[in-house]
């Protein structure tokens, strides 16, 4: 089995965030690797068109960020006790950013959970963990949100 030395760990804040959380954990613990954790805040640039001043998007996504910032720190210091792990907020396309920060930190594994949207949702909202899987170049761990789920 391949050695895995840092595991990038992408999550939304959601309440399946701890889940996919406590995967990357186990992983990391059973193989002494580092966690790096993955936020996305989304892109508004597709907003710019209609009469919105850049300035405002700007400064949303700025305090979007600043927010999940604090978020990321109390979700790492709950979810990663006693692990090597850090938190890093992004802001832009989740699955374009994901990628990114998989390719920079050099990571060997990324864990991430799936909504497993079906039919119109799916087309309307796109799957981040389907890009992820189809185009990174390391393995990929999906993890639904909660036992049962689709």
Do not use: W
Request: aromatic residues 6%; proline residues 6%.
């Amino acid at each position: 089995m391949p050695t895995l030395k840092k595991i990038l760990c992408a999550v939304d804040f959601s309440e399946g965030s701890p889940r996919v959380a406590d995967y990357a954990a186990t992983l990391a613990t059973s193989s002494k690797a580092e966690i790096v954790c993955v936020y996305v805040a989304p892109s508004l640039a597709e907003y710019v068109g209609f009469n919105v001043p850049q300035a405002a998007l700007d400064t949303f996504i700025g305090d979007v960020v600043a927010s999940a910032e604090t978020t990321m720190d109390e979700f790492v210091t709950e979810n990663f006790k006693g692990l090597p792990a850090r938190g890093v907020v992004l802001a832009g396309y989740p699955a374009e950013e994901i990628l990114k920060a998989a390719e920079t930190e050099q990571a060997d594994l990324i864990v991430m959970g799936t909504h497993g949207r079906t039919g119109i949702d799916r087309i309307i909202f796109g799957s981040v963990a389907e890009m992820v899987v189809k185009t990174a170049a390391c393995p990929v761990l999906t993890v639904k949100p909660r036992p049962g789920a689709a």
